[in-house]
DNA sequence: TTCAAATCGGACCTGTGTTGTCCGCTTTCG
DNA sequence: CGAAAGCGGACAACACAGGTCCGATTTGAA
């Protein structure tokens, strides 16, 4: 589907969001601001972190801040950062493991092109053109799920997930 | 990962390879040059047709063949046909299934500018660059690739690297 | 007329990838 | 010294895509 993972999304919003705050903020303060579910939050964040797009502050009184500004990231970077490299098809960097069944593929390596022009209309957009000038407040994303199952489930902690409208 | 489906891969190859052999080719003879499972390349071919790039000839003696010169036909038709309309996220102008439980989402809308350079990006390149002007005959292990074409952009990349480099 | 070849349309099962969650450890402030 | 918060990893469950097969229909040829 050519769709990108949902985390992805996720990392926008919660960029977003850190943009809007400002300051030092923390995953679970950015949890309930945008609704998501903290422990998806702090993997979003974790994941940011990693690429050095966000600045994590550990101890007490930490969280997490922008490394850059919204405008100075493409959304390529936050691409990269969750989903990893840009890359359309599997053909990529060698491929020494898919199409060597017979090495009959006539488009071998003829696919760079395509990922270069994604990757670059990718680079032509920041996070300031997809979060906008104006951060509406954002109490509520998506609903994640309903989280029925409860076999591996072990409610030690009982935190209540994430029901933007009941709190 | 932003990787399109392997099926539309397949599809590019079989397209080529009915573009390389000319008039009306059968799924099995076209799975045998192409060397992908003919179940496969005979469920590709029924979704290329259904699309209108390919047109399907019934009964004995018949097969597929070209509704179009592959010069004509851009790479993003070849991916709505097989993937689906293209869209990275769910959240495309319609998205009545996921963020309607808040349609708070400060990003909502904004995707459509990168839905939009994705799918110009895509329409600009022809199946004809993908295919090359007439290398689509690599069956040699001893020729790999003819290296008529500018690939060796990226030498090294195996590596899920932190930071994308320089872009 | 009858048979064979090939597409068409669908349903089915398996595998990979993503998703979402939790736990323990380390660090820092009060 | 205790609490708060990030850090790192691993895990199970789910969903989708991938791949396969079946029957039905159509058409050319014997």
Redesign the interface.
Known sequence: ??????LT?YA??VL??LE?EGGVQTAPGLAASS?IAEPTVAKVLKALG???LVEGLRGARGGYRLARPLAGI????V???I????????????ATGGCE??????????????N??????????SLA????PR?????????PRPATNATATNPTRAKPALQ?AAE
């Open positions: 589907m050519l769709r990108l993972s949902k999304d926008v919003v977003a969001r809007a609704g990693h690429a050095g493409p959304l390529s970077e691409i990269v950062a989903d990893g490299p840009i890359a359309l098809t599997a053909c990529v960097d060698g069944t017979e090495t009959l593929c006539p488009v071998r390596g003829r696919w760079d092109p395509v270069q022009a994604i990757r670059a209309a990718l680079s032509a957009i053109d997809l979060a906008g951060s509406a407040s954002c109490a509520g994303h998506a609903a933007p």
